[in-house]
Structure formats: structure tokens, C-alpha cells
């Protein structure tokens, strides 16, 4: 039976049904859903059943695997093996996570609009989450269209932000929300890394907005203001035409093209319900500098 792609939305989300993801797929089906995803940026395929491997063997298909930044986090034994992302409110025991805990404190960070990964040299290419449990109310995944934020722009602003690039620091976003005890290991594995500000998606020939709560600076500009466009161009790309809110039943597999699209999370009373997310990560092998042909400072 083939496959269906229904779009949610015109030209930004699409729900993909009879497939199984927990089987290999044939080149055929592979392509199929290839196609879509450039297309669209954000893919719904509900009801999967996945466990670790099968999950990590569908996310293979649109490039290599990163591995989780926990693997730099010495203090704290991860949940889960370190090429998954944990993006569950729950301890190694499966308990949820303490009212003061770190690791609570560090994650409220992917309430921020963010794409994954922007802060390594190589950024995401795509994410792949799974909905293992959810919860009842609230905890909805929200995206926003950075290409079509990026059509929106005026003139004068594409011009503006031509060529120049940001600096992107995991260390950025946390400082946005306060938080600031980072270990050692992650000062010096985490180093800032620079990004464009504009890109095209090579598969799709779009241009798209690069922009992030991870970014902070902007090199050549001074700290205020090149943070003011940062701001105001976040702004712009998150405003409502833009954005599709995802409300997640256990099965769903989301996947996002990073280069498309900005997420964040939503509030939900995360002492009370467990959520439990994984989540897969493709690299999008290069930096985005080195992709556009724009010189890295310094
Ligand atoms: C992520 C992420 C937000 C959420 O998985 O990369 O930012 O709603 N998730 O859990
Ligand atoms: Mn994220």
C-alpha cells in the first residue's frame, strides 16, 4: 500500500500515513518521503511504534547522526544512549526530574526559539522526535517557516543581512533564561561558533532566515545592536502566519528540517505529567559559512 502525504498546511507541514517506520523502507518509499520533507519542512507520521534502533535507522536516511551534547555533561549519568537526545522531563530512574534540578534548569533553554544544534560547527540538518508519553494538557511543539519568513523580509533587510554572520553559543540562549552553572567540560567542548545569517537549502533552492536564541553577537557590529537585529529578526520569523502548533499524541514522530524552520516547546506542569521525547539528530555536515562561500571571522 502506498504511502500518503497529507498536507496540514499548504507548503509547511504534511501528515505522512501507511507507512511503518519501524521496518526498512523500500528506495522508492525512501524518496517519496525525501521529496516531501524538502518540500514542506515539518512531516507528522502518527501511531509509530519505534524503539531506539529503528528510529536511529529512519533518521540515517537524510544524512549522518550527531551525537547529544550530554555526552559533554560529566556530572550526570544520561538516560539514554548518547546518539539519542534525551528531551524527556524524567532521571535516570524514570522519575520526573526534581523542582530545582539542573537539568530542569538547563532544559527550560528549548522554550526559546531555536533550531537544534546551531551552536556546533555543524549544525542540525534535520531532528526526529518521537512521543513516547505526553502529556495531558499543554507541552506542544511550535514551528515557525524561516523561508517564508525569509520571502517576508523587505529588500532593504535581505540586503542588510547579506554575508553577515552571528555568533551561536549554547551559553547564549541559556543566559537568556538565567542559567549560567555550566561544568567545565562544557565551557570547553562548547566553544562559539559562527553561522550566516541568510542560507539557501541546497535541495530546494530556498533561501531561509538564520537566526536562533543561541545566537548572540553579530561579528562586525557592535553587542547592542547587532543583539537588537537578532531580536527583531527573531521576531519577524515567529509571527503567527508563520508558526504551526504541533499537539502531540504518543506515536507521533515529528520531523523538522532545521534549515526551514525554527521550534520551541510550550509550558506544561512538568512536575506533575511525564513527557518522554527522543529525539535524533542529523548533522548537516558543514557550517553554514563554509556552504554559503562567506568568509569565517578570525
Ligand atoms: C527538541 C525540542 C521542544 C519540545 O526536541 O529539539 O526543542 O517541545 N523540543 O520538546
Ligand atoms: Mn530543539
Not at 533553554?109 to 495531558?136: C, E, I, M, N, Q
Not at 540562549?173 to 545569517?197: C, M, W
Request: aromatic residues 8%; glycine residues 6%.
Amino acid at each position: 500500500m502506498p504511502l500518503t502525504i497529507q498536507p496540514v498546511t499548504e507548503t509547511f507541514v504534511a501528515e505522512v500515513g501507511d507507512v511503518d517506520l519501524s521496518r526498512p523502507l523500500d528506495a522508492a518509499t525512501v524518496e517519496t518521503i525525501r521529496d516531501a520533507f524538502w518540500h514542506y519542512g515539518v512531516l507528522v507520521f502518527p501511531g509509530q511504534r519505534l524503539d531506539e534502533e529503528s528510529h536511529l535507522a529512519f533518521a540515517r536516511h537524510f544524512g549522518p547522526l550527531e551525537t547529544s551534547i550530554g555526552v559533554y555533561r560529566t556530572d550526570v549519568a544520561p538516560r539514554i544512549r548518547e546518539d539519542l537526545s534525551d528531551i524527556s522531563n524524567l532521571d535516570r530512574d524514570g522519575r520526573i526530574w526534581g523542582a530545582d534540578s539542573r537539568i530542569r534548569r538547563y532544559k527550560m533553554g528549548t522554550r526559546l526559539w531555536h533550531t537544534d544544534s546551531s551552536f556546533k560547527h555543524a549544525p542540525a540538518r534535520a531532528s526526529l522526535l518521537h512521543a513516547r508519553s505526553v502529556a495531558p494538557v499543554g507541552g506542544h511543539t511550535e514551528f515557525a517557516d524561516v523561508r517564508a519568513a525569509y520571502d517576508a523580509l523587505d529588500a532593504e533587510m535581505r540586503n542588510r543581512i547579506e554575508g553577515l554572520v552571528a555568533e551561536h553559543s549554547v551559553f547564549n540562549s541559556r543566559a537568556r533564561i538565567g542559567f549560567t552553572d555550566f561544568i567545565e567540560d562544557e565551557r570547553s567542548n562548547l566553544k562559539p561558533v559562527y553561522q550566516v545569517l541568510a542560507r539557501t537549502i541546497p535541495e530546494s533552492g530556498r533561501r531561509a532566515l538564520f537566526v536562533a536564541s543561541h545566537a548572540g553577537r553579530i561579528h562586525g557590529m557592535a553587542d547592542d545592536e547587532g543583539k537588537a537585529l537578532i531580536d527583531r529578526l527573531l521576531e519577524h520569523a515567529t509571527q503567527r502566519q508563520f508558526v504551526y502548533t504541533h499537539r502531540w499524541r504518543v506515536g507521533d514522530l515529528v520531523m523538522w528540517d532545521n534549515r526551514a524552520t525554527l521550534h520551541r516547546g510550550t509550558d506544561y506542569d512538568d512536575l506533575r505529567w511525564p513527557r518522554d521525547m527522543l529525539r535524533a539528530t542529523v548533522s548537516d555536515e558543514v557550517n553554514s559559512c563554509e556552504r554559503e562561500g562567506v568568509a569565517v571571522p578570525g
